[in-house]
């Protein structure tokens, strides 16, 4: 009996240790989650990312139909600036380069830097979408009161499935300031990526 | 509650083992047995039941009529976040830790947990963990308001609570993997040598599958929580849009944990209704191994659908297809365990006594929510559901009439066994049909209103909403008011009334029903073979356990 008692004992420790390991275990899968969510939003647009930044190779090829880019700009509560894309939509041929421009103006009595992440919905149309000129890649400076217009030249990919005829490229603008410099150092490295 | 037993029982007790430790330091805040932690789970549950339903009142009054009448819009946002806190880890799963305790060792034989020591730890964080959520209310900027998801950017916009409601679900979390642990150690090495697998009680399955779904899960929230934390207070990114991070991808952590939860927080009413239904019955369990596999089906579908709380963040097409299918699917193992239940009473010799009205309520009600989750399920149509009082509905159709419902039907079951005495039928009643009525006139009304488009979580609404949270608000100020009778009836029951046989109930089975009610402090102290026959899948196994026995000697 007393023999009994001790291999059961033994028995609890080891389901203690496992279900503690297994805990731990568990623990680094949610972190974990944070990379694993990055590669498969590379792969599959998830999050409206866009695509890498495209040499501007254009391709010349027939491309039998054309796609709506729709733009939209908003700016984040702490950043005192309004936004606007110049034009709300354009119809374009994919494999061809297209310039836009969104109107920017600092409506705040101080300069403020603000810098802006793009996004493309819907989310699987994000891969075939890529920028070679856009503002959102270096921060910008407006002074107290001034409007800048701010260009984006894109191409979307012939390889966009048919079913997409619509897309909408949105811009956020952050307050840059307001961003630690451990969160610059993040944005910096993202933005790396976009 | 407990104490006065001690004080009526002590003198009537001729059991030589029965010799509880005096004085209320260390027969409380010390006690390593399982059936005081047991008691003290219970009782921590009630009150908290009672704290969140407080809350739902507030709720319920400001909803009485549109406009906005008795508190400010942010504080209803407290509300219905605390709400949701407090109930979901303050009382629905503290309550089934409770009847784990208690219940888990009696069933199978064990004079104890596994782990005493830890059991009374697991225990004593929770008022700890509870006292830093709550005491946020009282602090500058008030409680976190931005709902029990806490999905960012919002939650990181409520001042200080955050860092509160991070710690205190850690300590929740912490509380959950240590009581999973206790109970998959007790039931895999506590078990009477002659007691297989197969001979357990279904709410010894339906308990034993739920901690592996906390081990799984409850980290997982710990880590969300952490980066939200984090992202606070430490300037990481893991969320902030600006910083590189994604919102979406907290949805993704959180709900990977969210899904599971709501299962570990039915699993084990299914089991108590599982008990509770064969013996008013007076049939055996039908489908026993059927329902087993059920149970571990639903456990693993739960890990594999978490998406379908966000249809509507957007998703690609065959995402959306894969997350409806198999959110659909769970309604087959599910169906099961309706059918088996169903199977049970047909032909049974059926009584319809407190316990087994509510775990009549629960087969009926659960299912009307088991419903509108399969409507929910539907990708095109959930974003027409998505956040309004559609969902409400539903998840407190799952919630309170099945998980609640699920854990007052054991509490009537058990009293008598706990506390020695029977609890006053005509008043159990007068609670179940008052509960039941009073729930359905609070929650039906609001399937039409989440039909009709009024989103939840606001604190005013538009006037054609009116007639139903008129009516869904009396329904639950009456039904608020039924669970006050029901502390009543505990207390009484506790306080004195009819002794209670050792057997409770005609037609109950099971090793708990053997022994002496009340439960002596300690049973099954002298761990050896039980009579199989009085277990209610013990002769059916035999055989099984019989090679578990082979298998033990080998070692």
């Known amino acids: 009996m007393q023999q009994n008692k001790q291999n059961r004992q033994k028995d609890n420790r080891k389901v203690l240790k496992l279900g503690i390991a297994g805990s731990l275990l568990m623990v680094g899968f949610g972190f974990a989650l944070v990379p694993l969510y990055d590669i498969i939003c590379d792969i599959t647009g998830l999050n409206g990312k866009t695509g890498v930044l495209a040499t501007s190779e254009v391709k010349e090829q027939a491309i039998d139909h054309t796609v709506t880019v729709q733009f939209d700009g908003t700016v984040n509560s702490d950043l005192p600036w309004s936004l606007k894309p110049q034009v709300f939509s354009m119809e374009v041929v994919p494999g061809k380069l297209y310039s836009t421009e969104y109107i920017a103006k600092n409506i705040a009595q101080i300069d403020v830097t603000g810098q802006a992440v793009p996004s493309v919905a819907p989310n699987e149309a994000s891969i075939y979408f890529s920028k070679t000129e856009c503002f959102c890649f270096t921060e910008q400076l407006l002074t107290s009161g001034e409007e800048k217009n701010m260009p984006v030249t894109f191409i979307v990919s012939p390889d966009i499935p048919k079913d997409i005829n619509v897309l909408t490229l949105s811009y956020t603008f952050f307050n840059k300031s307001r961003l630690t410099a451990a969160q610059q150092a993040a944005a910096a490295e993202a933005h790396e990526k976009i | ?555």
Request: aromatic fraction near 16%.
């Open chain 2, 1 to 555: 509650m407990s104490q006065d037993i001690t004080h009526d029982e002590v003198a009537h007790d001729h059991h030589d083992h029965d010799h509880k430790p005096k004085g209320f330091v260390k027969r409380w805040l010390m006690t390593t047995n399982h059936k005081d932690i047991g008691t003290l789970y219970l009782v921590f549950a009630l009150a908290m039941f009672m704290v969140g339903g407080a809350m739902a009142m507030i709720i319920r009054l400001e909803l009485f009529q549109p406009g906005l009448q008795f508190v400010e819009p942010a504080f209803f946002n407290q509300m219905t976040t605390m709400h949701a806190l407090v109930m979901i880890f303050g009382a629905v799963m503290p309550a089934f830790v409770g009847l784990a305790n208690w219940m888990i060792p009696m069933m199978i034989g064990a004079p104890d947990m596994a782990l005493p020591r830890m059991n009374n730890w697991s225990f004593w964080i929770l008022p700890f963990a509870f006292t830093m959520l709550l005491a946020t209310l009282f602090m500058p900027g008030g409680a976190p308001a931005g709902g029990w998801t806490m999905y960012p950017p919002l939650v990181l916009q409520g001042g200080h609570n955050v860092g509160f409601l991070v710690f205190a679900v850690h300590m929740m979390g912490i509380s959950s993997i240590m009581g999973a642990i206790n109970v998959i150690a007790t039931i895999m090495n506590m078990r009477a040598p002659n007691l297989g697998y197969l001979n357990m009680p279904l709410f010894v399955w339906t308990w034993l599958i739920t901690a592996f779904l906390l081990i799984a899960v409850m980290p997982v929230l710990a880590g969300a929580v952490t980066m939200i934390l984090t992202d606070r207070y430490f300037d990481t990114s893991f969320f902030n849009a600006a910083g590189g991070g994604d919102p979406v991808l907290f949805q993704h952590i959180f709900w990977f944990f969210g899904h599971p939860e709501v299962y570990i927080m039915i699993l084990p009413a299914f089991g108590i209704i599982s008990e509770i239904i064969p013996t008013f019955a007076r049939k055996p369990l039908f489908g026993y191994v059927s329902m087993v596999y059920a149970t571990a089906a639903i456990a693993f579908l739960s890990f594999i659908v978490w998406a379908h709380h966000m249809f509507s963040v957007g998703m690609p097409l065959g995402g959306s297809l894969y997350f409806m299918y198999a959110t659909m699917m769970i309604a087959v193992p599910t169906g099961v365990k309706i059918f088996n239940w169903v199977g049970t009473m047909w032909r049974g010799s059926m009584t319809f006594e407190t316990p087994m009205l509510f775990s009549l309520a629960f087969v009926v009600l659960f299912t009307i929510g088991g419903f509108s989750g399969v409507m929910m399920a539907l990708a095109p149509v959930d974003l027409q559901y998505h956040d309004t009082y559609f969902i409400v509905a539903h998840f407190h159709y799952v919630l309170v009439t099945g998980a609640v419902y699920a854990i007052i039907a054991g509490a009537y079951y058990w009293l008598p066994k706990w506390s020695g005495h029977m609890y006053n039928e005509r008043l159990g009643k007068i609670h179940f049909w008052w509960s039941t009525i009073s729930v359905n006139v609070l929650f039906f009304p609001q399937h039409f209103l989440g039909l009709a488009g009024m989103p939840r979580r606001i604190p005013d609404y538009s006037t054609q909403f009116a007639e139903f949270n008129m009516m869904s608000s009396i329904g639950g100020f009456a039904f608020g008011l039924a669970q006050v009778l029901f502390v009543y009836i505990v207390w009484k029951t506790v306080r004195g009334g009819e002794k209670a046989t050792a057997q409770v109930w005609e037609g109950a089975k099971g090793l708990e029903w053997t022994v002496p009610s009340p439960a002596p402090h300690h049973t099954f102290s002298e761990f050896g073979p039980v009579d199989l026959s009085k277990l209610a899948n013990g002769e059916k196994f035999s055989i099984l356990s019989d090679i578990d026995e082979k298998d033990d000697k080998q070692k």
